[in-house]
C-alpha cells in the first residue's frame, strides 16, 4: 500500500472486524482475526473469523479497527470497508483455509468501541455488581450498558429505571440503570429459575467511566492474547 496514512496495516497485525452494530439494543457483533496480506489497491487478506464471514457478507459494509499509538498514547484507529471475496488461502504450514478479502474505501479514523463493545468479566477483574443490595452475576459489560443474570428474586420489565451499584477493584459507584431486555432460558431444568438483563447505564460519573474504560481495555487485552496463540501462521 503505497499511502502513507496506510503504512499501519501491514501482514500479522492484529485487527477487529465490526460488522454490525445496534445502537438501541447496545450491541455490536464484533469479530477477530490477524491481516495475512496487503496490496496496493487497499485491500487487506484476513484469517477467517469466529463466527466465520461467509458469501453472505460478500458486498457488506464492515469496520476495520486495530491499535496503533498516537503521541504516544495508544489509540484505536481504523477504515471503513468492503467485503469483497472469500479466498482459498494457502497457509505457511500448507493447509488451505477460507480467508476473506476486505476492500478499505475510508481513510483512517478514530474509532471507540469500548462504548459498544462488550467484555465478559472473569473471578480475577475485581468487578461486582449489586441490585437491591444483592449481588448478582455480571454476564458481559461495556461502557454504554450491562447484561446480568438473577434467580427471580425482584422484579424488573423493560422501560423501568433501577438503581444499581458497580464495584471495580473494591471502590463503589452508585448509578441507574434502564432496562432493555428480559429474558429466560428454558433449555436447562437448572436454568428454569434464572432471569437474564440488558439494560443502559443512563448516570456515569467521571471516576466509574474511567475505571470502567479501563477495566474493560484490560480484559480485552488479556482476552487477545489468549486468542492469537490460536491463530494459524500466514504464509511468507
Known sequence: MKSA??????????????????????????????????????????????PPLTRFYVNKGVTVTFFTRQKGKLIRAGYFGKVVDILQYRLQSGETVHAPVIALKS?????????????????????????????????????????????KKFEVNPGDI????????????????????????????????????????????????YLLGGKIFEIQRESRAKELNLIPTPKV
Do not use: C
Not at 458497580?166 to 431486555?181: Q, S, V
Not at 433449555?187 to 467521571?206: A, M, N, P
Open 5 to 50: 496514512e496506510m503504512d499501519e496495516i501491514r501482514p500479522g497485525l492484529s485487527v477487529d472486524v465490526v460488522i454490525s452494530t445496534d445502537f438501541a439494543r447496545e450491541i455490536t457483533d464484533v469479530r477477530r482475526a490477524i491481516i495475512y496480506e496487503t496490496s496496493e489497491d487497499k485491500k487487506i487478506t484476513i484469517s477467517q473469523t469466529n
Open 107 to 151: 481513510g483512517l479514523d478514530l474509532f471507540d468501541l469500548r462504548m459498544h463493545f462488550r467484555v465478559r468479566p472473569t473471578s480475577d477483574s475485581n468487578m461486582r455488581l449489586y441490585y437491591l443490595s444483592e449481588q448478582v452475576p455480571i454476564i458481559d459489560i461495556s461502557i454504554g450498558g450491562i447484561r446480568f443474570s438473577h434467580k
Open 162 to 209: 433501577i438503581k444499581i451499584t458497580i464495584e471495580i477493584e473494591r471502590e463503589k459507584f452508585p448509578t441507574e440503570l434502564k432496562i432493555l431486555r428480559v429474558w429466560s432460558s428454558y433449555t436447562d431444568r437448572r436454568q428454569h429459575e434464572i432471569e437474564y438483563v440488558s439494560g443502559q447505564f443512563l448516570l456515569l460519573d467521571k471516576r466509574l467511566n
